[in-house]
């Protein structure tokens, strides 16, 4: 008797026991489905591609006793980008390119004389606007977070650094007179970034960028000086500020 309710048991238990089983079976053929799009993300650790950009820059000083902006200037870009994936919704954003930024310095008091690349002297305290141009290889490197991607589209924000060399760098003064002044810019810079936008997936890997960024830069841009109300001469530290739209194309 005993034998035949351990036989019973055994059995029950069994039937019982073939649904989970089954379930469980289902459960993991339905989480290797889902994790194909993200075995995807993974083989697909590095994309790159180029973009084109243009804004608005404009100049501040620290001294605003003796300086104010005169006026902004139209910026461009150009250059190639790389994202290095960290996680599905984290990578590290490298650049490398070409920006022009400017805008126009009123010096209260003018400027000390200064020279440009074929030594001619320029500026005096009677000249109160310089339009400057200035002209720079950056190297933005920041950490960009997005969203998982949502019709198409993936959003994202980013915040880094961006190291600068000089190229060259231009004067234009309220006579109209445009002189290079290369060397009376110091060589390098370094700015801080933040910025947002999309990724529209077109087909396959290949993706439109859709980017507004704000820069502002940390260092004094040239070795030009100014006269204070006593006719002493200093220096007042320029900065580059700008915001540009960046559209590109990622691979």
């Not at 019982?16 to 339905?30: F, I, R, T, V, Y």
């Not at 126009?104 to 005096?124: C, M, S, Y």
């Not at 933005?140 to 980013?158: M, S, W």
């Amino acid at each position: 008797m005993k034998k035949i309710i351990s036989v019973i048991v055994i059995i029950l238990l069994s039937v019982a026991l073939l649904p989970a089983q089954e379930q469980s079976q289902l459960q993991k053929q339905d989480q290797n489905t889902q994790n194909l799009p993200q075995q995807k993300q993974k083989k697909n650790k590095v994309a790159g591609g180029l973009y084109l950009k243009g804004g608005i820059s404009w100049m501040m000083s620290d001294s605003k006793a003796y300086f104010h902006n005169e006026k902004s200037k139209m910026t461009y870009g150009f250059g190639a980008i790389m994202d290095w994936r960290l996680t599905n919704n984290f990578s590290l954003n490298i650049a490398g390119g070409f920006c022009n930024l400017g805008g126009t310095a009123n010096f209260k008091n003018g400027a000390v004389p200064f020279h440009d690349i074929d030594g001619i002297a320029i500026g005096d305290s009677t000249l109160h606007n310089y339009k400057y141009s200035t002209s720079y290889i950056e190297i933005p490197v920041g950490i960009k977070g997005c969203t998982n991607e949502i019709a198409y589209f993936t959003y994202f924000l980013k915040l880094g650094v961006n190291p600068m060399v000089r190229v060259k760098s231009k004067v234009m003064l309220e006579s109209k007179e445009m002189y290079i002044a290369t060397k009376e810019f110091n060589l390098f810079n370094i700015g801080w970034y933040v910025g947002g936008g999309a990724e529209w997936t077109i087909a396959g890997n290949t993706k439109l960028l859709f980017e507004l960024v704000y820069l502002g830069t940390f260092l004094d841009l040239d070795k030009i000086k100014s006269y204070k109300d006593d006719k002493s001469e200093f220096n007042p530290g320029l900065k580059f500020n700008d915001i540009s739209v960046k559209v590109g194309v990622i691979f």
